[in-house]
């Protein structure tokens, strides 16, 4: 019988406290957030369109796609970057600058635009990759990144089967309701696996991310990457 290890590490992922909360400022929760789109549009254009492009699609290719990522995440990225939580001095400057209501209208304008991905580099690459997010890996070691990122999307759309590491057998996710990480597909293959390198190092320091990504070899963190990027 294989360990539940790596299921229970995906599961405590999915159903985790995020360490990066929403802002001091506001009682709001991710569910009950909201903005004002068209303010968000002036903002974005005059403060994030230089590395994120006036859509969320643009910049360099270790520049991470913000079009089409959930409201409450940006919201809570703006506040953890002003408050200190997650350090980037860039970042830092720019969200400090931001009214409660600023990050709120950029988050809301971001969230509603459409994310571009990135053509199929390797088909071969990119299905090694598909199996990897929607059931982990065969040896049980890594877990489906689908348990918390973009999970219903993965069981409806990608046919998941089901998680690995449970009783040798592939688990039934249910649709995974409750989801914690960022919304990943479509996102640029070069910054996901620039992250997961850095969450291998302890840099960004993230506990669950860096328990993951470490168990992964270089091979899998290049064709989970190139999956997630040709699947917007």
């Given at each position: 019988?294989?360990?539940?290890?790596?299921?229970?590490?995906?599961?405590?992922?999915?159903?985790?406290?995020?360490?990066?909360?929403?802002?001091?400022?506001?009682?709001?929760?991710?569910?009950?957030?909201?903005?004002?789109?068209?303010?968000?549009?002036?903002?974005?254009?005059?403060?994030c369109a230089a590395?994120?492009?006036?859509?969320?699609?643009?910049?360099?290719?270790?520049?991470?796609?913000?079009?089409?990522?959930?409201?409450?995440?940006?919201?809570?990225?703006?506040?953890?970057?002003?408050?200190?939580?997650?350090?980037?001095?860039?970042?830092?400057?720019?969200?400090?600058?931001?009214?409660?209501?600023?990050?709120?209208?950029?988050?809301?304008?971001?969230?509603?635009?459409?994310?571009?991905?990135?053509?199929?580099?390797?088909?071969?690459?990119?299905?090694?990759?598909?199996?990897?997010?929607?059931?982990?890996?065969?040896?049980?070691?890594?877990?489906?990144?689908?348990?918390?990122?973009?999970?219903?999307?993965?069981?409806?759309?990608?046919?998941?089967?089901?998680?690995?590491?449970?009783?040798?057998?592939?688990?039934?996710?249910?649709?995974?309701?409750?989801?914690?990480?960022?919304?990943?597909?479509?996102?640029?293959?070069?910054?996901?696996?620039?992250?997961?390198?850095?969450?291998?190092?302890?840099?960004?320091?993230?506990?669950?991310?860096?328990?993951?990504?470490?168990?992964?070899?270089?091979?899998?963190?290049?064709?989970?990457?190139?999956?997630?990027?040709?699947?917007p």
């Open positions: 019988m294989r360990t539940l290890a790596p299921f229970a590490v995906a599961l405590s992922v999915a159903l985790g406290v995020s360490a990066l909360l929403v802002g001091r400022e506001s009682g709001a929760t991710p569910g009950d957030l909201s903005g004002d789109a068209v303010h968000g549009r002036a903002l974005v254009q005059a403060r590395c994120h492009g006036v859509d969320g699609n643009g910049g360099l290719s270790t520049v991470p796609r913000l079009a089409g990522q959930e409201i409450g995440y940006l919201y809570r990225q703006l506040r953890a970057f002003s408050d200190g939580a997650r350090v980037s001095p860039v970042m830092a400057a720019i969200a400090s600058s931001m009214s409660d209501r600023d990050m709120r209208d950029a988050s809301a304008f971001l969230a509603g635009q459409e994310r571009h991905g990135d053509a199929v580099a390797s088909a071969a690459l990119e299905e090694e990759g598909r199996a990897l997010f929607l059931q982990g890996s065969a040896d049980g070691r890594v877990p489906a990144c689908a348990a918390c990122h973009d999970a219903s999307r993965g069981w409806f759309a990608g046919g998941m089967r089901g998680m690995r590491g449970m009783h040798g057998a592939g688990m039934p996710m249910m649709g995974m309701p409750v989801r914690n990480g960022p919304r990943l597909f479509g996102q640029r293959a070069a910054y996901v696996e620039q992250r997961l390198r850095g969450f291998s190092d302890g840099t960004p320091e993230a506990e669950r991310m860096s328990a993951i990504a470490a168990s992964m070899t270089l091979q899998q963190k290049r064709a989970v990457a190139a999956y997630i990027a040709a699947h």
